[in-house]
């Protein structure tokens, strides 16, 4: 899957989940400054798993900062 798909579903979920516009968002925004918090950030990771029917480990999420972090460990779980 071609990294923008990746990013721009990321954002399409952030700001439905967030309701907020994160259009603009990019691969190096730290988590925290989008106002973010852990809750919303699994709630994002969560739909993803279901976008694209994969299993993301807690233990995988732990220590994220960035976007592109969190999007490096999504690659790592699509098949192919």
Request: hydrophobic content about 50%.
């Amino acid at each position: 899957m071609e990294r923008a798909t990746l990013l721009e579903k990321f954002r399409a979920a952030a700001s439905e989940i967030a309701e907020k516009d994160f259009a603009s968002l990019q691969e190096d925004s730290v988590i925290v400054d989008l106002g973010l918090d852990s809750l919303v950030v699994l709630e994002v990771v969560g739909a993803l798993e279901q976008e694209f029917d994969v299993r993301i480990p807690d233990d995988k999420l732990v220590g994220i900062q960035t976007v592109a972090q969190l999007l490096d460990i999504i690659e790592e779980q699509l098949p192919g």
